[in-house]
T-cell receptor
């Protein structure tokens, strides 16, 4: 019962470095999401995808790029990391069958930008 | 713009007590409302989902109610246990394909 798996779990970067966060789900879900969670700000949607090959912007997309080349994977990229991107990043997925299906979350990636 | 508020931000109660967590939202035109649980260092787990046409949902010791007209939802936890200690988040969806808006959560601590 893997569900939603995020890689890596922890990472420390220097300002200006780039990296990619990987999200994989084994539930054949159509929809996938990337959120960031910051103290006092709650969860905010960065980007999302409603199917393989599609992506869309959420509330806070600046500084991030995403790709959904395979249905089971959703990648979040930071091209030039900034300290403001220090956060906990969560990936989630849900079935396509209407909006009355709960999202399934991964355990998060804790990212620190120095 | 939809805003979701959860008050209080933190709550401590003795084990065995019944308790109520509150959630309010500014736009009553919602598709559904969900309650999630988040344990420290973990992701979110969906507890209950109430569709806009429903008034409440129950799962074990948990009961969630929805009053769209007043923009309020409550999560009732009966006979609280130390294992219930976690952060509880409320989230609303405006329509079928829209994004979910989360509240900032209530940190619950059940005292043994």
């Amino acid at each position: 019962n893997a569900g939603v798996t995020q890689t890596p779990k922890f990472r420390v970067l220097k300002t200006g470095q780039s990296m990619t966060l990987l999200c994989a789900q084994d539930m054949n879900h159509e929809y996938m999401y990337w959120y960031r969670q910051d103290p006092g700000m709650g969860l905010r949607l960065i980007h999302y995808s409603v199917g393989e090959g599609t992506t869309a912007k959420g509330e806070v997309p600046d500084g991030y790029n995403v790709s959904r080349l395979k249905k089971q994977n959703f990648l979040l990229g930071l091209e030039s990391a900034a300290p403001s991107q220090t956060s906990v990043y969560f990936c989630a997925s849900s079935p396509r069958t209407g909006g009355n299906q709960p999202q399934h979350f991964g355990d998060g990636t804790r990212l620190s930008i120095l | 713009k939809q805003e979701v508020t959860q008050i209080p931000a933190a709550l401590s109660v003795p084990e065995g007590e019944n308790l109520v967590l509150n959630c309010s939202f500014t736009d009553s035109a919602i598709y559904n409302l969900q309650w999630f649980r988040q344990d420290p260092g973990k992701g979110l787990t969906s507890l209950l989902l109430i569709q806009s046409s429903q008034r409440e949902q129950t799962s074990g010791r948990l009961n969630a109610s929805l009053d769209k007209s007043s923009g309020r939802s409550t999560l009732y936890i009966a006979a609280s246990q130390p294992g219930d200690s976690a952060t509880y988040l409320c989230a609303v969806r405006r329509n079928r394909d829209d994004k979910i808006i989360f509240g900032k959560g209530t940190r619950l601590h059940i005292l043994p």
